[in-house]
T-cell receptor, first 113, second 114 residues
């Protein structure tokens, strides 16, 4: 079945450090890929998405590129802020059948001043 | 637009009690979902409704029932709560069927079963 694998956290960084959170997927066909962010005590919000190979999603300084050859969608940010502290979820929707989001387990990011 | 709303925000139940989690969306979305979130396991789909009048099981449906009351509302019922159902429950909705569509999430209901 479809699945998403994320790096385990927590990821602990100092402010202005470079961030990478790895995400790989297994899916039939060509899924759409998403990164969601969950701030403490809140629901999930879409951060960015990419719907086909080589697409780059970007938002709020975060970027991720859909790499079909490596089945990856790694999240990056050049300079993190304390306010980026949250849990980040990689997810996919397969392009076959009913559209159900399949989530990774989430990666907690902690940014210190 | 309020987006996706959920009630209650927090609930404590004793084992064997029943309760209904309410979800409503005001975005005229066709499809709605119920997820549970547990530490280290991400979000797992409990039930979904592709359109008004239809419901289907997701990955972890045992112990739950759902009702798609109308296009706006999708409720989740626990008939006899168990400690294993202690979790955070999220409702979500999506407008269409395209894989590029964004799911919108409610703020969650935190449930503790003693």
């Amino acid at each position: 079945g479809d699945s998403v694998t994320q790096m385990e956290g927590p990821v602990t960084l100092s402010e202005e450090a470079f961030l990478t959170i790895n995400c790989t997927y297994t899916a039939t066909g060509y899924p759409s890929l998403f990164w969601y962010v969950q701030y403490p005590g809140e629901g999930l919000q879409l951060l960015l998405k990419a719907t086909k190979a080589d697409d780059k999603g970007s938002n709020k300084g975060f970027e991720a590129t859909y790499r079909k050859e490596t089945t990856s969608f790694h999240l990056e940010k050049g300079s993190v802020q304390v306010s980026d502290s949250a849990v980040y979820f990689c997810a996919l929707i397969a392009n076959t059948g009913f559209q159900k989001l399949v989530f990774g387990t989430g990666t907690r990011l902690l940014v210190s001043p | 637009n309020a987006g996706v709303t959920q009630t209650p925000k927090f609930q404590v139940l004793k084992t064997g009690q029943s309760m209904t989690l309410q979800c409503a969306q005001d975005m005229n979305h066709n499809s709605m979902y119920w997820y549970r979130q547990d530490p280290g396991m991400g979000l797992r789909l409990i039930y979904y409704s592709a359109s008004e009048g239809t419901t289907d099981k997701g990955e972890v449906p045992n112990g739950y029932n759902v009702s798609r009351l109308n296009k706006r509302e999708f409720s989740l019922r626990l008939e006899s709560a168990a400690p294993s159902q202690t979790s955070v429950y999220f409702c979500a909705s999506i407008k269409g069927q395209g894989a590029a569509e964004t799911q919108y999430f409610g703020p969650g209901t935190r449930l503790l079963v003693l």
